[in-house]
Nanobody, 126 residues
């Protein structure tokens, strides 16, 4: 599967952005999806994940209550709605796809993912 992330940009603190990750190739509903981010000089870190069915989601503590992950299997797209952005959210955001037979599981660990998108840069100014 090929993943194309988009929606990043430069915003002020407190603003909102919605990232999209469009998938092509194999059946999108076969994949659990996740968003990760990597700030300059830091390791890639988990942001949010969603199960194949979309029923189950998980979030990093740092974004809980501000970010929402969702998916539209008919459009082969996963979204990350980011509200109340902070300068600490500045990073390149990557979407990942994990081929899984478990429809209700989501995966917070990057090593689980089989495919990655190219990343989209989010910059939050103070």
């Amino acid at each position: 599967v090929q993943l194309q992330a988009s929606g990043g940009g430069l915003v002020q603190a407190g603003a909102s952005l919605r990232l999209s990750c469009a998938a092509s190739g194999r059946t999108f509903s076969s994949y659990a999806m996740g968003w990760f981010r990597q700030a300059p000089g830091k390791e890639r870190e988990f942001v949010a994940a969603i199960s194949r069915s979309g029923v189950n989601t998980g979030y990093a503590d740092s974004v809980k209550g501000r970010f929402t992950i969702s998916r539209d299997n008919a459009k082969n797209t996963v979204y990350l709605q980011m509200n109340s952005l902070k300068p600490g959210d500045t990073a390149v955001y990557y979407c990942g796809a994990k081929d899984t037979r478990y429809s209700s599981s989501y995966y917070p660990a990057a090593y689980n993912y089989d495919y990655w998108g190219q990343g989209t840069l989010v910059t939050v100014s103070s």
